[in-house]
């Protein structure tokens, strides 16, 4: 009797086994990521993981980014703006439904501002709805949001991760449960393991071609490889190990795609702590780098060099890499001329992401070949961010500013690199209250270069988008304009 | 034949003391070298040429930075050994001075608190521990010396005090009490003197025990920082180049294997060097 | 034997109340704001201080040491902070994959070690017992994680017999679950599986030269027979004692393992609350797993105490 209970349940977990597999070549994607999100409230927390696994797959804003990071009409199909610019009217997508059957109104737009800028807000992006006096829902369709002062950005600001639309219903169980408005529904999440969604039949949009999709969370860069090389997961999304991606280019079962973040990468300085509080100094770090070094050790050639704190995809970006060239004797001399001819020494604290830790070995070493001396601690991110970005107690450290369009940092004097000056800050002021593109173009290039002339920080490179996936997958963004990966326009080629 | 002579005859006559002791000078003596000498500058990167395969220029290849392996395993030597012997020394230091209290006032207070504490201590993951401390105060060599010593602590005083206990009933303790001596004296004279082939034998177990420990601290990156090498962090750097340059990952894990298997081949060959009893029973 | 007991359950209580005192402490002191970790580069002040006060993180430290005991002695563990999902829910999950990987590695190694440790010692000084002594001491110098990368390496990467990591899940059934199982189990068990072979073995060499079995041996029993009925019993209780030892390790110290094959077992799950000061994980499964060491200790004296008596004055 037990052997035939055991023989049948076996038979039906191969039955099982099989049908999944014949279904996958179709519709069903596993998607290896190396975060897992810690909950799956996109506006209550900061980890780039919980976009990563539901923005625009299930939460949607107002507005939206597009693959190329344009802003597009999410939930939201158009909009008006008042003359003096202070009063935007959004008019709503008619049918829109959350994933529990309710409906998406006005309310729920209303609800969803208004949380997110409350006094007792947890959302980490708070600033992006600061000007924000009033929001009046006029019908169930069109919602009125007044500004303190015009904002040249506040469209951009609505399509963030932060400000998606969510439901007063549902928002409870947020953490666990979330219920949005997108192509996908969240269907079940193993904690440690895996998040999985499935295709939102009701969606009020293009729907999603998937079927199901599974997010599968894989920390460690080794385990990652060898998850993709077995295909236990059909697409790795944020490669963690740029080292391996050349055997999945040389495996024809693979493709490897290579595209750009807003990740600009630098070689944070503590302006206010000597010998750092000297122009000169910070001109003599600029120049004893080797950006090419690093990116070929650290990154295994994937990143481009960048000379100032702006993504080089956009438009308005300004190439200013050649004004720091690597140049150690103009550094030794700079330091010499600050009074440093025998060098100093500094610390350098590294957060765990392999481009710092890498990075940071190689940076020591071309530190050190002008004279300057690094204590390296490699510090986990709770630790970072007490010592370093909260205690603002180093000298020198490396991290990745993956927020898109974030020159803005730069005016705010309490920032943890502290650069205080009037100048930039007046310059930021200008750009919130412009409107007029071609201004804005100017002012954001004339802010590039002023942080490169006072040589903020040190500009080392853009962050690369590294993807594996399987070849016959089509439809995965090229590049990460925002921490999001859209999977509604992804589907198995026959 | 003095007891000296002898001692070395059966020493070399020893198979476990001798390659034991000859693969523990090996690492020893290349760490020692390392102060004066390397093959080359281990803080000198050379990025064009990374993952090298041995070859006559670099021994044991190169690694992702493109510096030297061989140099890299000789001076991360110096990490290890450092670490571990220290951790023994806060072992011994503490844990024997407490083993001897304890036995000293059997079934006493302090005895039970002693122990009890011991009991505690081995009831902590070790390792665990050992990740929190450093998320107080930092990676470093200094914590994982820390993290290590504590938990050597409980094994040489439970070590001490069982070996203490059985000397206390000996003609010639009770003789020494008989003459006025007190706890202190006795355990210094005649107590610790006795239990010193003991405490070697097992200092080396928690040496070697200790070489583990550190790499698998610095293998999870809570251990010395770099530049200094060790060989758990080369391992943690090799982990993703395994199938590119898997040498990378061979050679400093053999250096861990071969110095843990020669330091507990030495403390088989002292132990039995030490106890006649068993080393006639074995032969 | 009752006042013995009631002795050793004072101390019992002793200890886990020092036990909790110490772990909450020291976490107390771990530097690190869970909510500043959780909100990132942006966050504002006064958003924090919301977030703190949403986690009770404001309380004073005598209020939330009772306030975490208190729970703690009625099953609450509290609220994770950053998954905000009930620490019992996550350990019992985690649980299903520690829990089956420590037997696991525990049954391969008793598995390995009972037939060499017999084999070597009833072929003492023989090629065959020189083989397996030398195996055994490779065994316990060997890296565990380094082993384990290795066979990633040949089995996952190079053969592709296994998946290099991950846990299937036990909906995908008990195989698919025990083959995610294998290689960390392999890992972890070849350390144990040595010792145990040397503990076998010299336990065995004791008993077999004691004098009950040379009355044995005199009364015409071939040395075989010795072997199997009286020696291999009596050689048991050192035996038993270091595979007790070894679970409660291999438990709590798979930690290791379960990070170069992700697996999200206790192990990982502390690591991980540690990295993200999700405080309150750290201190409840800490607090189990020493609960758990200390709770066998006490059920192993009491053992031992009933079986024989003289046991009961050593301790």
Known sequence: ?494 | MSAGVMMLRGALGNRSLVIGLVLSLVFVGAALVSFAWVPQDVGAMDIPNRMQPPSGAHLLGTDHFGRDILSMIMVGARTSIAVAVVAVVIGMGLGVPLGLAAAARRGSLIDEVIMRGNDLVFAFPSLLIAIMITAVFGPSAVNAIIAIGIFNIPVFARLTRGAALSLWTRDYVLAARVAGKGAVRISAEHILPNVTNLLIVQGTIQFSLGILAEAALSYVGLGAQPPIPSWGRMLADSQTMISLAPHMAIFPGMAILLTVLGLNLMGDGLRDLFDPRIRRARQ | ?315
């Not at chain 1, 999410?74 to 610019?85: F, V, Y």
């Open chain 3, 1 to 315: 034997m009752l006042r013995y007991v009631l002795k050793r359950l004072v101390s019992l209580v002793i200890s886990l109340a020092v036990a909790s005192l110490v772990i909450f402490l020291a976490i107390e002191v771990v530097p690190g704001d869970p909510a500043a970790y959780m909100l990132g580069l942006n966050a504002q002040p006064d958003t924090l201080a919301a977030l703190r006060d949403q986690l009770g993180l404001n309380g004073t430290i005598p209020a939330r040491y009772l306030s975490w005991i208190g729970g703690m002695l009625t099953g609450d563990f509290g609220t994770s902070y950053t998954y905000r999902t009930p620490v019992a829910d996550m350990i019992g999950e985690r649980m299903w994959i520690s829990l089956p990987l420590a037997l696991y590695a525990l049954s391969l190694s008793t598995l390995i070690a009972f037939p060499a440790g017999v084999w070597a010692a009833s072929r003492r000084g023989s090629a065959v017992d020189m083989g397996v002594m030398g195996v055994t001491q490779l065994g316990v110098a060997i890296p565990n994680f380094w082993f384990a990368m290795l066979m990633v390496l040949v089995f996952a990467i190079n053969l592709r017999w296994f998946s290099a990591g991950g846990f299937a899940g036990w909906e995908q059934g008990f195989l698919a679950g025990m083959k995610s199982l294998t290689l960390p189990a392999i890992a972890l068990a070849l350390p144990q599986a040595s010792i145990l072979t040397r503990v076998m073995r010299s336990s065995l060499l004791d008993t077999l030269s004691e004098d009950f079995i040379r009355t044995a041996r005199a009364k015409g029993l071939t040395r075989r027979q010795v072997l199997w009925r009286h020696a291999l019993r009596n050689a048991m209780i050192p035996v038993l004692t270091i595979i007790g030892m070894q679970f409660s390790f291999l438990l709590a110290g798979a930690i290791i393992i379960e990070n170069v094959f992700f697996l999200p077992g206790l192990g990982r799950l502390v690591f991980q609350a540690i990295s993200a000061r999700d405080l309150i994980v750290v201190e409840s499964v800490l607090m189990l797993l020493v609960f758990a060491v200390i709770v066998v200790n006490f059920a192993v004296d009491v053992a031992y105490a009933a079986v024989d008596p003289r046991l009961r004055g050593r301790r």
């Open chain 1, 1 to 494: 009797m037990i052997y035939m209970t055991f023989t049948r349940g076996m038979v039906s977990a191969l039955a099982l086994v099989a049908g999944v597999g014949m279904a996958q070549a179709k519709t069903d994607i596993i998607v290896g990521m190396q975060l897992e999100p810690p909950h799956l409230d996109p506006t209550g927390g900061a980890a780039g993981a919980i976009d990563e696994v539901l923005y625009a797959n299930v939460f949607e804003g107002l507005t939206r980014f597009g693959p190329d990071g344009s802003v597009n009409p999410g939930l939201a199909e158009s909009w008006e703006i008042s003359e003096d610019g202070t009063v935007y009217t959004f008019t709503l997508h008619d049918g829109v439904m959350f994933h529990d059957g309710t409906t998406m109104d006005g309310e729920d737009v209303k609800f969803s501002l208004d949380r997110a800028r409350a006094e007792d807000s947890v959302n980490a992006q708070k600033a992006l709805f600061a000007g924000i006096t009033d929001v009046e829902v006029v019908d169930p369709l069109t919602v009125k949001v007044t500004l303190d002062a015009p904002n040249g950005a506040f469209l951009f600001n609505l399509a963030w991760g932060d400000a998606v639309i969510v439901a007063p219903e549902s928002i409870d169980d947020i953490k666990t449960n979330p219920i949005g408005t997108g192509a996908f529904k969240f269907d079940n999440w193993v904690q440690g393991d895996r998040i999985e969604i499935g295709r939102n039949p009701d969606y009020w949009g293009e729907p999603a071609k998937l079927e199901r999709a599974t997010f599968k969370f894989i920390s460690d860069p080794t385990a990652a490889f060898a998850a993709v090389m077995a295909e236990d997961v059909h697409a790795f999304l944020g490669f963690p190990a740029p080292e391996n991606l050349p055997q999945f280019e040389a495996d024809p079962r693979f493709q490897v795609l290579v595209g750009s973040t807003e990740g600009e990468t630098i070689l944070s300085t503590n302006n206010k702590q000597a010998p750092f509080d000297d122009v000169r100094v910070r001109k003599a770090l600029a120049h004893a780098i080797d950006r090419q070094a690093i990116i070929d050790g650290a990154m295994f050639g994937y990143g481009t060099p960048i000379g100032t704190h702006f993504a080089p995809h956009h438009p308005d970006y300004v190439d200013l890499t050649a004004n720091t060239a690597y140049d150690p004797e103009l550094a030794k001399s700079l330091l010499a001329e600050a009074g440093f001819a025998d060098g100093f020494t500094t610390t350098l604290k590294l957060p765990p992401p392999s481009y710092a830790r890498r990075g940071g070995e190689i940076i020591a070493a071309q530190l050190r070949a002008v004279g300057i001396q690094t204590e390296i601690s490699n510090l986990e991110w709770a630790q970072w961010l007490e010592q370093v970005f909260t205690g603002k107690d180093f000298g020198l450290t490396i991290v990745s500013h993956t927020e898109p369009m974030d020159i803005g940092i730069y005016a705010n004097p309490d920032y943890y690199f502290q650069y205080d000056d009037a100048d930039f800050q007046n310059l930021m002021e200008d750009l919130t209250a412009e409107s007029d593109p071609e201004a804005r173009s100017a002012l954001l290039r004339q802010a590039q270069e002023k942080i490169a002339e006072d040589h903020v920080n040190g500009y080392l490179f853009q962050l690369a988008a590294l993807r594996v996936a399987n070849a016959k997958i089509v439809g995965l963004w090229e590049n990460m304009p925002t921490q999001a990966n859209d999977l509604t326009a992804v589907y198995w080629e026959d």
